[in-house]
């Protein structure tokens, strides 16, 4: 089965920029209001995609097979930062949920969405890097070509 974390693990950090521009344009006044579903769609957006994202490199990695160590160690640093980026994506997301819903410490929940979504961009770009390291540098998942023994 070819491996679907390659094209879902970009969906991350497509999101959160695009939750980043609308947070931006919601902060004009006139706007805030008629932004209000797109908010709720990006910040579901981003914790549905870290939640695949995360899921299909688990499913990338069970076929793996025997590694170096530096690559076992990379790769295990890489799915201990992923396990974070959903965490903090599940906690940004009811931080936002409760946030407008709030009736008492709105700001204070406010404060922790944007401390989160803050920590989201740090966290996507950190493990896209790691990533980016596992292919480039240690050859995760690129398929070697295979060498004929045939002479000619």
């Known amino acids: 089965m070819p491996s679907l974390h390659p094209p ?9 920029a695009l939750l980043v521009v609308v947070e931006l344009l919601s902060l004009i006044r006139r706007w805030r209001d008629s932004l209000v579903l797109t908010r709720l769609v990006a910040v579901c957006a981003l914790a549905a995609s870290v939640t695949l994202s995360f ?7 069970s076929s793996l097979g025997d590694l170096p160590l530096d690559t ?10 992923g396990r974070l980026l959903i965490i903090n994506a599940s906690a940004m997301l009811v931080f936002f949920l409760v946030a ?4 008492h410490a709105k700001g204070t929940m406010w404060g922790l969405y944007y401390t989160a979504m803050i ?8 493990v896209g890097s790691m990533g980016g390291d596992l ?8 398929k070697q ?4 023994n045939a002479t000619q």
Not at 8 to 16: D, K, Q, R, V
Not at 72 to 81: F, I, T
Not at 119 to 126: E, G, N, R
């Open 145 to 148: 070509p295979h060498h004929s």
């Open 119 to 126: 920590l989201q961009i740090i966290l996507t770009l950190l």
């Open 55 to 61: 899921l299909s490199g688990y499913q990338a990695s």
């Open 8 to 16: 879902c693990s970009g969906m991350p950090l497509a999101f959160i």
């Open 135 to 142: 292919v480039f540098s240690h050859a995760v998942g690129v």
């Open 72 to 81: 076992q160690a990379a790769l295990s640093e890489h799915h201990a930062y």
């Open 100 to 103: 407008g819903r709030a009736v």
